[in-house]
């Protein structure tokens, strides 16, 4: 029985496959090389030709050779020998003639023509050499009987005891596909370890929330048609940014990388992925890693591999230079990438990452820094035909087989003796005399040669280090010994609620600080974000903030503290008197060119002052420009005095101590119940609470907790005059509303009396869908705004609403007061936007679109089209022509009955990257008529000015909008409408479809 057995079919098969991939490979190698100065898309097509075509050549080898094709014939056949014993034992002179196999192969065995004195008969013996006059015949197993075992005479020679040397190639040949079966399944273990962490991905997935990402997404991809395809999330275990999935693909942001880059950087990373996105290079990256499993020993694929891979890397790369004009912020993008990801050339099937061509990083730099260099992004017909042409050539590999077998037949042998009587020697038999017919044979000789293994990667386990490492230092970069750091946890990161702190720690001599991270908290998906203070300094929180596991990943970063003598506050009552024993919190506290956040629980206590008998209050860790919110809380129970960030927007602090000096208003007293409709009865430990907001100063608010009594009465005697705000103290979930007063004022020293009727609310509901489609819009996002806060709005209400998410048939619905609601949209729909900020006046709320809702069980607002967007793209320049970078741009429709003051911008602010350019989009319906453009100017750290301008079109192919910089634009001026319509072909972008 021959070692390791494949049919001769499967062997062949193997063989030519082999062959076939080395000719493809061999024949696309060189004429890349030779084509290496055509396109990048052409050059690209080629090899993917090529690649489709090795992963294709067994199932068209199988079917060819099925149909008899091939170049070369070889005769198949086994390489047993026949038992001689047993042929002679099965064999009489009467049936000698229908048993004997006349179309033998056995290079082992031949039949030589001897004469015996006594008899005419002819004899076989055993042996490895014939005489050169002998007829020989070569006894094929392959057509042996089943019964005919394998036995050695005792005059078989030496050499009949080795297998031929045909016989040996032909078993390394199964050991070497034994090897290749090995390996490949190897990889193919790995492969499915792949998508399982790709499962492990898709669950991390989270909608993104960072508002940088949404507006650069926004600038590069504005909510055109197709903008399924180029959906973004977030998650905490991806390496790199990435694009996922196979057709509908969707671009992956890992959790903290943006904190890391600048807004051209990030836009210039989401426009490399919306690249791979458009082009559907996943589907591609998926056919490499297959074939580079199938094929793991061919060199030259592995090379083909690789120039897939460099070639669509750069023209991803072309995409992005032009599309924003410069490939300086590209350059610098992939390498922050690079350092910030915690590995590269990740093999995770069905994706296509940033660092894909991670191995020639430096060339790739150092070619976006070219500024002479041509750019072809798109595969043109003439190229495309080309490659069609040579695909075809290509083709003829698979399907016409190096090698064909050629089966011997029976009937091609003529048998001219038969022998009638057996000879019973041992070393001898009797078989008829043949006249020998002797097939060519083709002895195929396979060169195997040593290859390595692919050291291909393994499937991505993405380390969680348990340890953050950073530096405190000040603003001369010399570390802070003593400094005190904390790790922060946020349940819900846009509430801006304080945190709590998980871990916490003190810096070295040098600055160095190290935090361990609990295990436990590893496991939970909430924000994380790190604080420092020290004596003398502000307090300071990091600009990056992320989920905790990618915290984990972070390098080393450091965090700097300006230092302070901290900030006084002096408190006064209504009459002008020092108020003493009020305590002063510094809620939240800005960082530098940037907003403010609340400080932890315990930091916040330790820098809140108290006022002394001269009303002076001293907050250490706080510099007076961060103070960002500002909460008192004078003695007794008078609830507690807040000042928002609109109060330090609009009041600066004074060079000199105090900073602030801070009057309280005049009090009156509020006496009030809540009435609740017959047969329902108050939820327990309601949360009511009573805010009253005074027209001076402005960002102020009284907030007091007021207890109710079994009755539903209350009773505060202290409450700041101004107009009477109630938050909302039902709980959702259950049908009671409560039915506010629309204007309700404290006076001074007077008592007011306030009815509140409660009772079971209106059951609203309505639908979203597309305008053209009447499709159903699934998981829209709208806000319904009620009650106070749109009835008689007064600045400082709070929003009383409600947060809505369409279902699969678009219908949303919630319990609300009868009473004026506000519809307001805030998401877009595949390339869709609502056009309610342009309804007629008494359509049109304060906040969105106007409703009046009845007194009864339930109302239906109807259905509620949204309106394809239009992408528009195009420059923003100055009198002398250069570029405004880093400039926000707003287009204003012309609307009939609208005033420009009335009237809202249809398309959303956008900035401008390098060579001043913009993309947008807005409604097909409302196309902007006027322009205006702002720049946000920093006075100081915590200080800056937005600066408005008018825009003006001096170009619309291409369009270009130029701004007078010396002139400010101010409010109420009139700003000259654009006469010239918006054309199709100003919205189109240069992306390859």
């Known amino acids: 029985m021959p070692f390791l057995p494949f049919s001769t079919q499967v062997e062949l098969l193997i063989f030519n496959v082999v062959l076939a991939s080395i000719i493809l490979s061999v024949v696309a190698v060189l004429v890349g090389l030779w084509a290496r100065r055509w396109t990048l898309p052409t050059r690209h097509g080629l090899f993917c030709i090529a690649l489709v075509l090795i992963l294709v050549s067994p199932l068209a080898i199988w079917v060819s050779s099925g149909q008899g ?166 998650s905490p275990i991806a390496p790199a940014p990435l694009t996922l999935g196979l057709w509908r693909s969707v671009i992956v942001m890992p959790e903290g990388l943006a904190e890391s880059l600048n807004d051209e950087e990030l836009a210039c990373v989401l426009a490399h992925e919306v690249a791979h996105v458009t082009r559907h290079d996943t589907s591609i990256a998926i056919l490499q890693q297959l074939a580079g499993i199938g094929f793991w020993w061919n060199p030259l694929l592995r090379h083909i591999n690789q120039q897939i891979s460099r070639l669509r890397e750069r023209i991803c790369d072309d995409h992005v230079v032009k599309q924003l004009g410069d490939g300086l912020p590209l350059a610098e993008a992939i390498v922050k990438v690079a350092e910030w990801s915690v590995t590269q050339n990740l093999p995770i099937p069905l994706t296509t990452t940033l660092l894909d061509d991670a191995g020639d990083i430096e060339q790739r730099i150092t070619r976006l820094m070219k500024s002479d260099r041509t750019f072809s992004i798109k595969l043109s017909v003439k190229s495309a035909v080309l490659i069609g ?249 008078m609830g507690k005095m807040r000042y928002n960030q609109n109060f330090f927007l609009n009041v600066r602090p004074s060079e000199k101590m105090p900073h602030f000096s801070l009057r309280l208003p005049e009090t009156g007293s509020v006496k009030g119940q809540l009435l609740v409709a017959e047969g329902f009865a108050l939820p327990k430990e309601l949360p009511f609470k009573l805010e009253s907001v005074p027209g001076r100063p402005t960002g102020f608010q009284h907030i007091v907790n007021v207890p109710v009594a079994t009755d539903g009465k209350f009773f505060v005697e202290k409450m700041a005059v101004g107009f009477i705000f109630v938050p909302a103290f039902l709980p959702e979930d259950q049908p009671l509303r409560a039915n506010v007063a629309p204007r309700i004022e404290v006076k001074a020293n007077q008592e007011i009396p306030l009815k509140i009727r409660v009772a079971p609310g209106v059951k609203v509901h309505g639908r979203i869908q597309k305008y053209d489609t009447k499709e159903n819009v699934k998981d829209y996002k709208l806000t319904l705004i009620y009650g106070q806060t749109i009835s008689k709005r007064w600045p400082g209400f709070s929003w009383l609403k409600f947060d809505l998410v369409t279902d699969f048939e678009g219908r949303f619905q919630c319990i609300v007061p009868p009473g004026l609601i506000n519809l307001r949209f805030n998401s877009y729909a595949d390339g869709y936007s609502a056009v309610t900020s342009w309804l007629p006046k008494e359509k049109r709320g304060v906040l969105g679109m106007r409703s009046e809702i009845p007194d009864q069980e339930s109302f239906d607002l109807g259905t509620i089209d949204l309106v394809k967007n239009v992408p528009i793209a195009g420059r923003v320049v100055d009198l002398k022509n250069q570029p405004l970078v880093n400039w926000t741009v707003y287009g204003y429709p012309k609307v009939p009955n609208f005033t420009q003051s009335e009237t809202m911008n249809s398309m959303a602010g956008v900035f401008t990257i390098n060579d001043g350019a913009f993309k947008g989009s807005y409604p097909q319906t409302y196309p902007p008529a006027y322009w205006k453009v702002s720049h946000r100017v920093w006075k100081t ?53």
């Open 389 to 637: 042409l040579i695909g075809i050539i290509l083709a003829a590999i698979p399907l016409v087989p190096v090698v064909r077998a050629e089966v011997i037949s029976p009937t091609t042998d003529s048998p001219t003796a038969v022998v009638n009587d057996r000879v019973p020697a041992a070393d001898t038999v009797a078989v008829p005399q043949v006249k020998t017919k002797i097939e060519p044979k083709i002895k195929v000789d396979i060169d195997q040669k040593n290859r390595k293994l692919d050291n291909a990667k393994s499937a991505v386990i993405v380390k969680q280090k348990n340890t953050i490492i950073g530096r405190i230092v000040d603003q001369n970069k010399q570390g802070i010994d003593g400094a005190k750091v904390a790790l922060v946890a946020y349940s819900d990161f846009q509430k801006r609620d304080q945190g709590r702190v998980i871990a916490s720690g003190v810096a070295d001599s040098l600055g160095n600080y190290s935090l361990k991270i609990p295990a436990e908290e590893m496991k939970k998906r909430e924000f994380g974000a790190v604080w420092a203070k020290a004596d003398g300094y502000v307090a300071a929180r990091s600009n990056w903030s992320t989920v905790i596991t990618s915290l984990s990943k972070r390098k080393r970063s450091e965090l700097s503290l300006a230092a302070t003598t901290g900030t006084w506050i002096s408190v006064l009552d209504s009459k002008g008197t020092p108020l003493t024993g009020v305590r002063v919190i510094p809620r939240s506290i800005g960082v530098p060119r940037g907003v403010g956040y609340p400080m932890p629980k315990e930091w916040e206590v330790q820098s809140t002052g108290i006022t002394r008998a001269d009303g002076m209050a001293h907050l250490p860790y706080v510099t007076p420009g961060a103070l960002k919110e500002m909460i008192l809380v004078p003695p007794g129970d």
């Open 941 to 993: 750290k915590y200080e800056f000015d937005d600066l408005k301008y008018a825009a003006k079109v001096i170009s619309h192919e291409p369009f270009i909008l130029q701004v007078d910089t010396s002139k400010e634009w101010q409010y109420g001026e009139q700003i000259p409408y654009d006469t010239t319509p918006l054309k199709s072909s100003n919205s189109s972008t240069n992306s390859d479809q």
């Open 69 to 234: 094709f091939g170049v070369v014939p070889i005769a198949i056949g086994s390489l047993e020998r026949v038992d001689l014993p047993a042929l002679e034992s099965s064999l009489t002179t009467d049936n000698f003639v229908d048993h004997v196999p006349w179309s033998v192969i056995s290079p082992n065995l031949t039949t030589t023509k001897t004469h015996d004195t006594g008899d005419d008969q002819s004899r076989i013996e055993s042996s490895s050499t014939a005489e050169p006059k002998q007829e020989t015949a070569e006894i094929a197993a392959d057509t042996m009987p089943k019964d005919l075992a394998v036995a050695e005479s005792p005059g078989t020679s030496k050499s009949n005891q080795r297998f031929s040397s045909f016989e040996v190639i032909r078993n390394i040949g199964r050991v070497l596909a034994l090897v290749w079966a090995a390996v490949a399944f190897w990889l193919l273990v790995k492969f499915v370890r792949g998508l399982f962490v790709i499962w492990q991905l898709r669950r991390s997935l989270q909608p993104i929330t960072d508002v940088r990402i949404m507006n650069a997404m926004h600038q590069v991809y504005p909510n055109k048609e197709g903008t399924k395809t180029a959906t973004v999330f977030e």
